[in-house]
Every structure is written in C-alpha cells, then in structure tokens.
C-alpha cells in the first residue's frame, strides 16, 4: 500500500488499494469526483483522434519512458510496490490533454458499472447497479496490451482492495 500515516517517501506516488468506496469519497472530499468511463475514454484517447495509447500510436517499449508497466520502473526483475512511480514522472507518456499517467502505474476506478455503453448516449454513463464497477487503464504489473486506451477491466467488485487499482478525479473544466 503506498499510503502512510505520515508524510514519507510515498507523497508523489498515487493511493493503491482504494475500494471503490473509498475512491469515489476521497474524490468528493478533494472537490471532484470519479470520471465517468466515457470521460476517461476520451482523455486516454485524445478525444476525436482515438489514440491506442495516450500519447499515440508508438508501443511502450520496456523502458518506462511512455508509461509504467511490466514492472519496469524500479529496474529489478522482481516486481514490487516500487514499481509504482510518482505521480507525473513518465511525461513523454502524457495525453493529449496534459494527464500523466492515463497508461499503466496503476488501473482507475471509474464511476460506471459494468455493462455496455449506453445508447442512444445522454450523459454517457453506466449507472445502472450491477455486480462489479468498471477499471480503465493498465498498472504497473500489466503487459503492454492492456496499456492501450481501450483496455477495459470490468470484473471488480466495488468494495474490493488490489494493490493495482487507484483513482483519478475529475472536477469541472476551467475556461
């Protein structure tokens, strides 16, 4: 788990082990709240230009230079809870729109439950109760496939722990 008590060596590095609960609260607490899985979908994927990883087309190579996954970054060939970077360290991994971290370090909570994309598409979100919430994007232990923008974990029960899953908020664009 990357959170402490007191401040320590994990300020920079994202909250793992979050419930959805828990993700969804600290969001509300923060001034925001979770994305909807078609707002974190048009961010990883640069909106109309549908991207397959945040930054483009290039694949991530095994360096943690485009996005942390394959527990590449602490660079042991064991992987670890070190294998999650502070928040913002793979910059040239960025989206279009400036958010770090949409590929890999860790998978995110989203405010849908699993299920199909509603359609026809009003506010474009999954609300309808079911068993599990949905995840986007891949962590640090994934394989690079599960990197790309598309990738979709739907199996998650809500009030479950992984140390791969975190969460990211969204508040209200400025203009």
């Keep these: 788990m990357t959170w402490t008590i007191g401040p320590g060596a994990n300020e920079t590095r994202p909250l793992n082990c979050l419930s959805w609960y828990e ?3 600290f969001c509300i607490w923060d001034g925001g709240r979770l994305p909807t899985e078609a707002e974190w979908n048009y961010a990883a994927t640069g909106g109309t230009e549908q991207r397959i990883y945040p930054w483009g087309g290039a694949a991530p190579a095994a360096d943690a230079k485009l996005a942390v996954y394959g527990c590449y970054f602490n660079g042991s060939s064991t992987c670890s809870l070190l294998d999650i970077s502070p928040v913002g360290s793979v910059d040239e991994g960025n989206g279009k729109y400036g958010q770090s971290d949409l590929a890999g370090n860790l998978s995110e909570w989203v405010q849908d439950w699993d299920g199909f994309y509603p359609n ?6 999954s609300l309808t109760p079911a068993d599990f919430r949905a995840i986007r994007g891949g962590s640090f232990e994934d394989a690079a496939q599960y990197v790309q923008a598309s990738t979709r974990f739907d199996y998650s029960e809500p009030d479950g722990r992984w140390r791969t899953y975190g969460a990211r908020c969204a508040r209200k664009a400025s203009l």
Aim: one cysteine or more.
């Design 23 to 25: 993700a969804q609260a």
């Design 120 to 125: 026809p598409c009003s506010d474009c979100a």
